[in-house]
């Protein structure tokens, strides 16, 4: 996909969905990525982690599985809990409410036990997602200065929120552009076929959707 290409429909859309925004809190900007991929293949499922220029600060709740050597660095970065065995024990008896989870490397295997709790939910740590690591701090400070995660659903689709109405043009256009090239760049790292995108919407939360074909 040219995004350069497109950059004066983009931008006209991003006006139109701000003039047209008559609610009165701050609606979220929002892009359905529909990417031709065969669905049925594990092999095509999309997924990953990426910080967009211009964020709000996360206001989810990180847990944080490590080293106790790590604790400090961990809550000092902004995690809401730290732990190992013990925080093994609270998500295993539903003790504590959470949004994300993150683990050292080495502690892997003791979150996948938790994999029947955190899977469904869509939380088991992941290398692709960037959530499996052994750079704590940085990993922790990323996802809460805004860091969002992404991934294709069942149908090939990527849904996600690159910010709000009260956003310049200019902000939400360079999110835009970023978010599409780490997806291009995602795929084409994993995917030895052409890459295509077969649409892509994008809306506020209340508002109209403007399409955009590719293909």
């Known amino acids: 996909m040219n995004i350069n290409k497109n950059k004066k429909k983009i931008i006209k859309i991003f006006n139109l969905i701000k003039k047209n925004s008559k609610r009165k809190f701050n609606e ?46 961990a809550y000092k970065s902004g995690a809401f809990f730290v732990g190992n065995d013990d925080l093994f024990n609270k998500i295993k008896n539903n003790e504590i409410e959470y949004d994300l989870v993150i683990c050292s490397c080495n502690y892997i295997n003791v979150v ?34 805004g860091k969002i995660i992404y991934k294709t659903d069942k149908y090939g689709i990527i849904h996600l929120s690159i910010g709000n109405v009260n956003f310049s043009v200019k902000k939400l256009f360079s999110n835009f552009f970023y978010l599409i ?4 760049l995602n795929k084409l790292n994993k995917i030895n076929n052409n890459f295509l995108i077969k649409k892509i919407s ?11 074909n590719l293909n």
Not at 31 to 54: M, T
Not at 64 to 70: A, H, I, L
Not at 119 to 135: A, S, V, W, Y
Not at 181 to 184: R, T, V
Request: aromatic share 6%.
């Open 28 to 73: 979220s900007i929002d892009v359905d990525i529909n990417l031709l991929l065969n669905n049925k293949d594990i092999n095509q499922i999309i997924c990953g982690s990426v910080l967009l220029p211009y964020r709000k600060k996360n206001k989810k709740k990180i847990v944080v599985f490590t080293d106790e050597s790590n604790f400090k660095i």
């Open 112 to 145: 996948s036990k938790l994999g029947y709790i955190l899977g469904p939910k869509g939380l088991m740590p992941n290398l692709k997602l960037g959530t499996i690591t052994n750079d704590i701090k940085n990993t922790v400070s990323e996802f809460v200065d």
């Open 181 to 184: 090239n780490s997806i291009l």
């Open 202 to 212: 994008i809306s506020s939360t209340m508002g109209k959707s403007y399409i955009i």
